[in-house]
């Protein structure tokens, strides 16, 4: 049906930055909403930021001022830049699709790609 497929992730420094990419496929109208999870070990997971297709976007304060977040709605891509990155972000970083218009079926549905890691080193 649908497939989020992430990459970007990585080793870096503190202060560093890394830029998340995640690209929806298959079968569907439109994505609603578009986002980032993290989920650090022994953490729940939590939001990063989000992009509606109108470009309304949310962030969490701990990123607030240091990520950004764009969507390409042609292409079915979502970046997350992330700046003056702390060991504090290291987790899996988890694409996320709300709001998703099948063309097989009526309703709305959300669906999560398989993650990718980002580490950050002191």
């Known amino acids: 049906q649908v497939q989020l497929v992430e990459s970007g992730g990585g080793l870096v420094q503190a202060g560093g930055s890394l830029r998340l990419s995640c690209v929806a496929s298959g079968s569907f109208f439109s994505i609603s909403t578009m986002g980032w999870y993290r989920q650090a070990p022994g953490k729940q997971r939590e939001l990063v930021a989000h992009i509606t297709s109108g470009g309304s976007r949310n962030f969490a304060d701990s990123v607030k001022g240091r990520f950004t977040i764009s969507r390409d709605n042609l292409k079915n891509l979502v970046y997350l830049q992330m700046n003056s990155l702390k060991p504090e972000d290291t987790a899996i970083y988890y694409c996320?699709?709300?709001?998703?218009?099948?063309?097989?079926?009526?309703?709305?549905?959300?669906?999560w790609g398989q993650g990718t890691q980002v580490t950050v080193s002191s």
């Open positions: 996320h699709a709300d709001g998703v218009r099948l063309r097989i079926r009526p309703g709305m549905y959300d669906y």
